[in-house]
């Protein structure tokens, strides 16, 4: 794994453009970067990002039935109790999932180890789907970059795939806070790839849902049903919601599923370690409150349960907080993870985002920061297998 500067294309903001791409720059400052970029070997991606994103899926979804049986375990992640029978019926019903994002910490040695699971909400998906690919090809007929120059990305051809397993229902709505550029960029670009696999699309803000007193239901502004339900807005704030409270009462299916909740709650870090403790792939953690965290000695990473693009988290080196982002989490409680350090890549350190489809693995991400700490205004590289 190497970090190579390269020039930029000149036209590359028309480009953007074009595609839709209207969020490449945040508050002036660049989110889409492509005056450097990321190679890895092919070894690097099957070996060392691939197969273990594969291994910790097959993890996570084991320790998703054990949690899911377990009102100790439900208690432990704050999940309320008014919802455990939502969590419970979703996955006796194999509600299925359309896609998650692992945020690895992986420099090219070593096992690549799990810092958190996206598995409800994650964004970047366009980026990481289509532009990142464009910049691929206009980078090799340019001669920006080799030739020969690939890249681990299947992730739009695998979205298309798995819509057409959603069947039943051909009208997908989708839904999230639309006013926001990054949210709305990403419900547009998953409404393009559900329209590709043949499904009717309406596209609402999260607030425009309502609901049909006879009979019951979610409906759109048109008073249309909503049967099938993209939302890109976290479990945890629908449960804090005033609609909230109806979840279980609709016959709406939602991607993605209640199930899902489980598994973006960073307490699912430590029920991890408990369950596979000594994986190579993950990192030892606890919750805050357990007596085991103290194992972890003066150095560690603090994760609220509920937490968004790096909010509220902690790096402590030696019990001081050397990196800390602020931000609205954290009443619920805490978890500790063990310390470890993005690599450093002259300054800036990145992190890897290893997508899933269908629970496959199946392309990744880059995102790099000054900081370890990997936040909102962290830039997007794009990457090469050289």
Not at 143 to 154: C, E, G, H, L
Not at 222 to 240: H, I, R, T
Request: aromatic fraction near 12%; glycine fraction near 8%; charge should be negative.
């Amino acid at each position: 794994m190497q970090r190579i500067a390269c020039p930029e294309r000149d036209d590359w903001r028309d480009t953007a453009a074009q595609c839709g791409f209207d969020f490449h720059t945040i508050d002036g400052e660049r989110y889409w970067d492509e005056r450097g970029y990321y190679a890895f070997t092919l070894d690097d991606i099957e070996r060392d990002i691939e197969a273990p994103t594969a291994e910790i899926e097959e993890m996570c979804l084991e320790a998703a039935g054990r949690i899911l049986d377990d009102e100790r375990l439900l208690r432990r992640l704050q999940i309320p109790q008014a919802f455990w029978p939502l969590l419970a019926a979703s996955w006796q019903r194999d509600d299925k999932s359309l896609y998650g994002r692992f945020d690895l910490s992986y420099g090219g040695h070593g096992s690549a180890k799990l810092l958190e699971y996206n598995a409800d909400t994650p964004t970047s998906i366009f980026e990481a789907a289509v532009f990142q690919w464009t910049w691929l090809e206009q980078a090799i007929e340019r001669r920006i970059i080799p030739q020969r120059a690939d890249q681990y990305n299947s992730i739009h051809e695998r979205l298309i795939a798995r819509w057409q397993d959603f069947g039943g229902s051909h009208h997908l709505h989708l839904t999230g806070l639309t006013s926001d550029s990054e949210d709305a960029g990403t419900l547009a670009y998953l409404a393009d790839t559900a329209s590709q696999a043949g499904l009717a699309t309406t596209l609402l803000d999260i607030e425009d849902i309502g609901w049909r007193d006879d009979g019951g239901g979610f409906v759109d502004l048109d008073g249309n049903d909503m049967a099938l339900v993209f939302k890109l807005y976290p479990w945890e704030w629908m449960f804090q919601d005033a609609f909230g409270a109806r979840l279980e009462q609709a016959a709406t299916r939602w991607i993605e599923p209640p199930w899902k909740a489980v598994l973006s709650n960073k307490g699912i870090l430590p029920l991890l370690w408990e369950m596979f403790e000594g994986h190579p792939n993950l990192l030892p953690a606890f919750f805050e409150d357990d007596p085991r965290a103290a194992s972890l000695g003066p150095s560690f990473v603090r994760k609220p349960l509920f937490s968004r693009e790096g909010a509220n988290v902690s790096l402590v080196a030696d019990g001081v907080a050397v990196s800390a982002q602020d931000g609205p989490y954290g009443a619920e409680g805490f978890i500790r993870q063990a310390l470890a350090p993005l690599p450093d890549f002259g300054g800036v350190f990145p992190v890897i985002g290893s997508w899933l489809v269908a629970h496959e693995p199946c392309g990744l991400s880059i995102r790099e920061d000054e900081t370890p700490i990997t936040g909102n205004s962290s830039r997007f590289l794009p990457h090469a297998i050289l």
